[in-house]
């Protein structure tokens, strides 16, 4: 196999006359037929980010969108089917939610708990799944959740589930309707991992059902999850032990 490089990101101006990529570079017809060969290679397309501001710019328009659509198609024809032709918090986000579990920092969202975050080849989204994580009350609104990354025998804290997920038309939701109504204070330091916005903690909001814990196979009292401004959601759960989490999971 090839030696793999580490490419710094460089950030140029959009193709200006000193910007040294204009001078025989590709169309970008050309670049978008060479990536649906490489059906959307999200490590190429991180790669050719990392050229200049210019082919940045061109792989957030266009090649996270064709890598997102292609990874959830049925997700994101739901997504857009309220008339918005993008997605809240960008395609790029998007794309790190569907691959990239965040796991959580020492001292950040989750008090004490250190997991390293990691990519996933593939991960399930439910609309049905994310029915369980919202108040009968808002249960008019769309989230999609994905099925929990799995971090077993954490010391003190158990077998540890990392989950995420997004809602359809954030910003006119119940759930954030009553997010502000209850006067949830954002996070003091810490920003959502797929797109850097401020997040709002659910628990401290009072708004995490006990149905969530049934979804996940977790213990009711060890669920905790955040939504971002752009309606990215991330949370972490206890699991409970495989023979009991199997009837949990049929509530």
Request: glycine share 8%; charged share 20%; net charge positive.
């Amino acid at each position: 196999m090839p030696h793999t490089k580490l490419h710094v990101k460089q950030y140029r101006c959009i193709h200006s006359s000193s910007c040294p990529c204009t001078k025989g570079h590709l169309s970008e017809d050309v670049i978008l037929l060479a990536f649906q060969q490489l059906n959307w290679n999200p490590r190429m397309i991180a790669t050719l980010s990392c050229v200049c501001k210019w082919f940045d710019d061109f792989a957030k328009r266009v090649l996270w969108k064709e890598f997102c659509h292609t990874r959830a198609p049925k997700m994101l024809e739901d997504l857009a089917s309220s008339g918005s032709h993008s997605v809240d918090g960008s395609w790029k986000a998007l794309g790190k939610l569907l691959l990239y579990c965040s796991g959580c920092t020492k001292g950040g969202l989750f008090n004490n708990v250190q997991v390293p975050g990691h990519f996933v080849y593939r991960t399930r989204f439910s609309r049905t799944s994310g029915k369980s994580f919202l108040l009968p009350q808002c249960r008019s609104d769309v989230l999609y959740v994905s099925d929990p990354c799995e971090h077993l025998d954490q010391g003190d804290e158990g077998d540890l589930g990392f989950f995420r997920g997004i809602f359809k038309s954030f910003s006119g939701s119940r759930v954030r309707k009553m997010l502000i109504d209850r006067d949830a204070k954002f996070h003091p330091t810490e920003v959502c991992p797929y797109c850097k916005a401020k997040l709002w903690s659910m628990l401290q909001a009072n708004m995490v059902p006990r149905s969530a814990g049934g979804r996940l196979g977790a213990y009711d009292e060890c669920v905790e999850y955040y939504v971002c401004l752009n309606g990215h959601m991330l949370g972490i759960c206890t699991l409970l032990p495989l023979s009991d989490s199997e009837g949990a999971s049929e509530v």
